[in-house]
Every structure is written in C-alpha cells, then in structure tokens.
C-alpha cells in the first residue's frame, strides 16, 4: 500500500516514513513539497491515501484538495497545524474524508489512516430486503448504490453508509453519536462536524430541501431521522 505525504517539511515526512516502518511496514511512503508535486504524484502513482497538509509553498492544500477531487476519489486526510473546527469544516465539505491537527501522536493517524481505508474499502452491511424506496428515491441494498428519479446518484461509499442507516432505520432518531459510530468509527463519536457535513451532502446530492425536507429530517440538537414513507 502506498501512501502520499504532501508536506514541505521533510522532517514530517520522515518522521510519517519512520513512523510507518516500525508500526505498519507494508506501507511505502512517497513526498511531495508542493501542491503541484502532489497532483501530478497523485496521477502517476495512484496512492491509496494522501495526508494533505494545508499550508504548502505554493497553493494552499484546500485548493489542491478541490483539483484533486477533480478526477480523483482518493482518501485524503487533511494535516494543519491549526485547530480550527471552521478549517475541519472547509476540508470535509471539499471532499475530505478526515483531518488531524498537528502535532499529532503517530499511533493516532495510523489509526485514522486505517479507519479511512475501512470506510473505503468495506460496504455497508447488506439487508434481506431487496431495496427501499421513498418518493423518487430508491435505495439498492444489494448493488449499495441509490437512485433518483431511475438515476444513479454519485455517493461517495462514507456518504453511501450513512445514507443506509438512515433508511433501515425509517421514522426513527438516529442520534449524531450513533451515527457516527456506525458510519465513521466509535472513535469519531464526539466529531459532530462531521455528521453534519455528510448530512448536508446527501441533502444537496438527493435535492431535499433542509427547511421543507422529503427525506432527512432534522431533529434539534439529537440527530437525524429519514422520513418513513407512507
């Protein structure tokens, strides 16, 4: 497995590498200094992951985030020195799947970096039904995918899996805690941001309105509860 560390710093990178050797030694760790070495590593060697920091020499890593989202689905982990939950939110809306604050303990982002991979790579847990549907909307179990009006809608697979839970949960109050626990880790369950920013994707990919809402409702200060359909 491959991993990209965009960072002009050559003592972070090196300190990832080492970190890496003794803790999960199948990973190769490649550098880039800048945002523009990132893109063009990011095309040439297909990382699984690239952990992202937000201030290069060049372009801001916010930027190379949204070009890289331009034609990439790679897990990206954002790094910053700063702990801004307004950054943390900018991240996530532009198609970060997490963010670790520098300095960081090691263990803690070889743990983030596998709890991204396992979003990735592992599907929501299948369901006897065959699909669920609710107005123009339909939720293919098997396939893990969703229609809109008999169209594929784009998820991502994080967006994919709380979208799941939501539906087999239909009229009920899915408080952020649970959510986050199934969707993203037990170990996420205090990051609330990141519900809400995954939330407000589904909203603006499936068109329902927050204020007059068809499909995700919000319930102050709980959660979310999917509207069960009549």
């Given at each position: 497995?491959?991993?990209?560390?965009?960072d002009d710093e050559p003592d972070v990178v090196e300190s990832i590498r080492l970190g890496f050797d003794l803790q999960w030694r199948e990973v190769e760790v490649l550098g880039a200094a800048t945002g523009e070495a990132a893109l063009d590593a990011v095309e040439r060697e297909s990382p699984d992951i690239v952990l992202l920091d937000v201030g290069l020499p060049d372009v801001d890593g916010f930027a190379v985030l949204t070009r890289i989202r331009a034609f990439s689905d790679v897990p990206v982990v954002m790094l910053t020195a700063r702990d801004d939950a307004m950054d943390k939110v900018k991240g996530l809306e532009l198609g970060a799947d997490d963010y670790v604050t520098k300095p960081f303990n090691h263990l803690e982002l070889m743990a983030?970096?596998?709890?991204?991979l396992r979003r990735h790579d592992m599907?929501?847990?299948a369901s006897r039904a065959?699909?669920?549907r609710s107005g123009d909307l339909e939720v293919d179990f098997a396939r893990q995918e969703a229609r809109l009006r008999g169209e594929?809608?784009?998820?991502?697979?994080?967006?994919y899996k709380l979208l799941y839970h939501l539906v087999r949960?239909?009229?009920?109050?899915?408080?952020?805690?649970?959510?986050?626990?199934?969707?993203w880790g037990r170990e996420y369950v205090d990051e609330v941001d990141y519900v809400r920013v995954y939330?407000?994707?589904?909203?603006?990919?499936?068109?329902d309105d927050p204020e007059h809402p068809r499909y995700i409702q919000t319930e102050r200060?709980?959660?979310y509860r999917f509207i069960a359909p009549r």
């Open positions: 497995m491959r991993i990209l560390v965009v983030r970096v596998r709890a991204v599907p929501a847990p065959p699909s669920f594929r809608v784009d998820l991502t697979p994080t967006e949960n239909a009229g009920h109050v899915l408080q952020h805690g649970t959510l986050l626990a199934k969707v939330i407000r994707r589904l909203r603006e990919k499936l068109g200060r709980l959660g």
